[in-house]
């Protein structure tokens, strides 16, 4: 459990780095020792946000050995974890009592507890962020109690916590509401954006989940379908070329030399080739993302986001903006936490990536202004600039989150400075 040492700590991109004393506690009681035994401590997950939010130079506490399933509930399929379970751990668990997440979004790596406390979340217009599905949680406060949270106990914690960024304490254990297993079909294809523009608010009600990625310089964009299926499992084909490879290599092409963007963006239709491949959902959602980069996101209003789409494009292609990788656009549907993104509001989610070399001000700064323009909400665990002043008029539960917040923790054990920043100036 002992760390004196502080040491270099990084989150996934490398755009955050720290020199905390980290932790790795055991058990439940090894965790509360150490929040009882320091005035500022931050948890941390995978490590998987862009933002600062586990950014400490003080005590990190990493929940990498609190992991596994406690219990599950055949009859309801409902579970119960350990909150650092890692989420592609947590899939191989839950296959074994045949249960499975409701979504999931494109990887599986990040740990329960950081995929909840930031609203991650796939795609799928019926579909709400992770943080929705759970059903309870336990909660280690800053004055060492551990509270059970959910519909009938704790109700505004409950409420208020399921995206609480770590600033209510540390989520221990957390109940999920499941289904059974299911196989996905999935189908991608290129599509011409004149076609996006004209079917894809239908097309969002007749897949169970629909996405598409666009590149600046490209007419097509690589269109991606899922809907549940009870067909044969249908392998993967073997591809001639690695798309992970192909995205570093035109990655560092067009950050050494820029004018090569348009004509590499324009090849697309050479290396996307239409597929279909079925399988189970766990093994469908997570994506290989080996090619590091740093993201912003915004949640727009639904009705709202393609004519944000359109803008972006249109000023990153009129400015020439250095980026390759593709925009990426995707549904979630409203929820009920009181800061999640998705607060009562059905969203277009829309993400800019920048490859980990090149310098993502340029693009975020460029198009931030516009997500503002269309209302957008950032998502908490990707780069944004806000701060509380503005992030207050985007929530109507604010002030009651920030008023529950100084309850649990009127020391601010819980907020480093960028969460001062983000929560209270
Ligand atoms: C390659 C990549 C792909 C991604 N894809 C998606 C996607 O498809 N959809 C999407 O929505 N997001 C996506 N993200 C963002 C990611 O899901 C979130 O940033 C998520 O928070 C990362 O989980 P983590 O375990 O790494 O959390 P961390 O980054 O380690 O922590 C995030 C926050 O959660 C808090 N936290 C962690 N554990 C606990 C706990 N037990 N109790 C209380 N608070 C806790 C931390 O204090 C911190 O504030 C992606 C990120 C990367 C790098």
Redesign the pocket.
């Known amino acids: 459990m002992t760390s004196d040492q502080h040491v270099l700590w990084s ?3 490398g755009s955050q780095q720290s020199h905390p004393q980290i932790f790795y506690p055991h058990h439940i009681d090894t965790l509360k020792q150490i929040t009882d035994m320091y005035p500022k401590v ?9 933002s600062a ?2 950014k400490t130079n003080d005590v990190l506490v990493s ?1 990498d050995h609190l992991k596994g399933m406690l219990n599950h509930d055949a009859e309801h399929y409902q579970s119960e974890f350990y ?2 379970t890692r989420l592609f751990d947590l899939g191989e668990k839950l296959a074994v009592v045949d249960q499975a997440l409701m979504n999931q ?3 599986d ?14 795609t799928g217009i019926e579909l709400p ?1 992770l943080s929705a599905f759970v059903s309870g949680f336990e909660l280690l406060t800053a004055d060492g109690s551990l509270l059970q949270c959910n519909p009938t106990q704790h109700t505004d914690i409950f409420a208020a916590g399921r995206v ?3 600033s ?5 254990k957390i109940q999920l509401q499941n289904r059974p297993m299911y196989r996905l079909k999935e189908q991608i294809r290129l599509s011409p954006l004149s076609e996006i523009y004209q079917s894809i608010d239908q097309w969002k009600h007749q897949h169970r989940h629909v996405e598409f990625f666009a590149f600046i310089h490209a007419q097509d964009v690589i269109l991606k379908t899922l809907d549940e299926t009870l067909e044969d499992i249908q392998e993967r084909k073997k591809t001639w070329i690695d798309e992970d490879f192909i995205l570093h290599l035109c990655s560092e092409l067009t950050r050494l030399c820029p004018l090569l963007n348009p004509y590499l963006q324009r090849l697309l239709n050479v290396a996307i080739q239409p597929s279909t491949v079925v399988d189970w959902s766990t093994r469908l959602f997570p994506s290989a ?1 080996a090619t590091r ?1 740093n ?1 912003m ?1 915004y949640q727009l209003p639904v009705d709202r986001g393609l004519e944000c789409f359109q803008e972006i494009m249109t000023v990153l292609k009129r400015q020439k903006a250095p980026v390759f990788f593709p925009i990426e656009f995707r549904y979630v549907r409203a929820d009920d936490i009181w800061l999640s993104p998705f607060f009562e509001r059905d969203s277009v ?1 829309i993400s800019i990536h920048q490859f980990y070399k090149q310098d993502y001000a340029l693009i975020f700064d460029l198009v931030e202004p516009i997500f503002l323009k269309y209302g957008g909400r950032p ?4 780069l944004h600039s806000l701060g509380a002043q503005q992030l207050r008029h985007l929530y109507p539960k604010w002030d009651d989150f920030m008023r529950l917040r100084r309850e649990l923790d009127p020391h601010k054990k819980w907020l480093n400075p960028y ?1 001062e920043q983000l929560l209270t100036s």
Do not use: P, Y
């Open positions: 989150n996934w991109s931050r948890v941390v997950g995978a490590g998987h946000s862009f939010l586990a929940l909150a650092g979004g494109d990887i790596q990040q740990s329960l507890g950081g995929a909840i406390a930031t609203g991650t979340h796939g962020c609480a960024l770590g209510f304490g540390v989520m221990t993302r980069f993201e996101e989610s998502h908490w665990g990707k969460m």
